[in-house]
């Protein structure tokens, strides 16, 4: 089954979904701790960097570790009501850590496990040969907000608000428009790439939204309108995916109507995860999860919790999963109050556990890194980094 066929299928199973009033909490019941015996058991999710400085703090935009030796996280420091751009790396599998300093604040970092790594700000794309031990600027498309590259660190592809989406055979010193881009039947200021995952060295996949603003549609998180959250349903926005089956020389795209943002990716055949995020009233949840089948086409939720808004997902080898997310404030899916982050994991999608975490942690927003299970980590909003450890 082509992955173009695949992607319609979930879109049409969200939408289908999305409008039923029959269905359910996924799973049913709050998951709990794993019991004794389970491979999940005696672990817990350990602070390894925290600035906790008097008059200072580090705001975390994204994270990766890219192989057990090299870490980063991207973000600003303020010192004293001075803002830096910064990036937090570690070279030796999160033992030390250090900042470097950025000329502009990074919205999103992609790096490969020998230390390759890019830094995207607002105006320019920036290199490090070294896992961010210095870098170089180089030039950034108008629009590109994230970066992806294949192994070989030339090829790869910009892509972001504006239907912007550009490729590069030289690691990121030229930039070329993606032809089939242009051929996008949707209104360019009110498209946006955010996420693309390549399932093997041929099939890969772009994906995003677009929307029409509504009319007197807020400008801002619910907790800031409460007025007019409470009222406001979700409305139907359209998907967005570019595919490629040949390592990306061509793409083909595809539009449907579902209700939702694509936020993830993640995939790993013969299967993979897509995490999508609501934000309007009419659907009990603020995020879904679901499970993207590879080989039949058959797609099916996994997860979906009231009480918790995942932020992110990753997989874990062989083929076990975990959720980041963080615990939803009374009415209001994004409070803008940091609360501490919780973790759920399962080795079939069907039964989850929760690991503990640190009692220090707290943020708005978790992020995973999940290398295998002897390097899994997970950074916060709030400039926490964590790692995933036997309790003694």
Do not use: C
């Amino acid at each position: 089954m082509s992955k173009k066929l695949l992607i319609a299928t979930v879109a049409t199973t969200l939408t289908v979904l999305a409008q039923s009033s029959s269905v359910a909490e996924m799973p049913p019941t709050s998951p709990g701790a794993p019991p004794a015996g389970n491979r999940w058991a005696g672990k817990k999710w350990k602070i390894r960097f925290f600035h906790d400085e008097i008059n200072s703090s580090f705001t975390i935009n994204d994270f990766q570790f890219a192989g057990p030796r090299y870490g980063i996280a991207v973000g600003v420091r303020n010192d004293k009501g001075k803002v830096h751009s910064v990036a937090l790396v570690t070279r030796d599998g999160g033992g030390k850590w250090a900042f470097v300093p950025l000329k502009a604040p990074a919205i999103s970092v992609f790096a490969l496990e020998d230390g390759r790594t890019w830094a995207v700000s607002e105006k320019d794309i920036y290199y490090s040969e070294e896992a961010g031990a210095d870098w170089r600027k180089l030039k950034r498309p108008e629009g590109v907000g994230r970066v992806y590259f294949l192994r070989d660190g030339l090829k790869g592809w910009a892509f972001g608000a504006g239907k912007t989406f550009y490729q590069t055979k030289d690691g990121g010193k030229e930039w070329t428009e993606v032809e089939e881009s242009k051929g996008l039947p949707t209104t360019d200021e009110y498209t946006s790439f955010h996420w693309m995952e390549f399932i093997n060295e041929k099939v890969g996949i772009v994906a995003g939204n677009s929307q029409r603003p509504r009319k007197g549609m807020q400008r801002g998180p619910d907790w800031m309108f409460p007025e007019l959250s409470v009222y406001r349903r979700e409305v139907p926005t359209t998907l967005i995916t570019m595919e490629t089956r040949d390592g990306g020389t061509t793409w083909k795209h595809h539009v449907s109507s579902i209700f939702g943002s694509i936020v993830r990716i993640r995939a790993n055949m013969p299967w993979g995860l897509a995490l999508f995020a609501y934000s309007g009233g009419g659907i009990d949840w603020s995020s879904e999860v679901l499970e993207l089948n590879f080989s039949n086409g058959k797609n099916r939720p996994v997860f979906r919790r009231k009480d918790l808004n995942v932020t992110d997902v990753s997989l874990t080898p062989p083929g076990r999963v975990a959720l980041a997310g963080l615990t939803v404030q009374g009415k209001f899916r994004e409070s803008g109050v940091p609360t501490k982050p919780r973790v759920l994991v399962s080795d079939d999608r069907e039964n989850w556990f929760e690991l503990p975490v640190d009692y220090r942690a707290f943020g708005t927003r978790a992020l995973l890194s999940w290398v295998d299970d002897d390097n899994a980590w997970m950074a916060t909003s709030e400039g926490m980094i964590l790692k995933l450890e036997k309790v003694l």
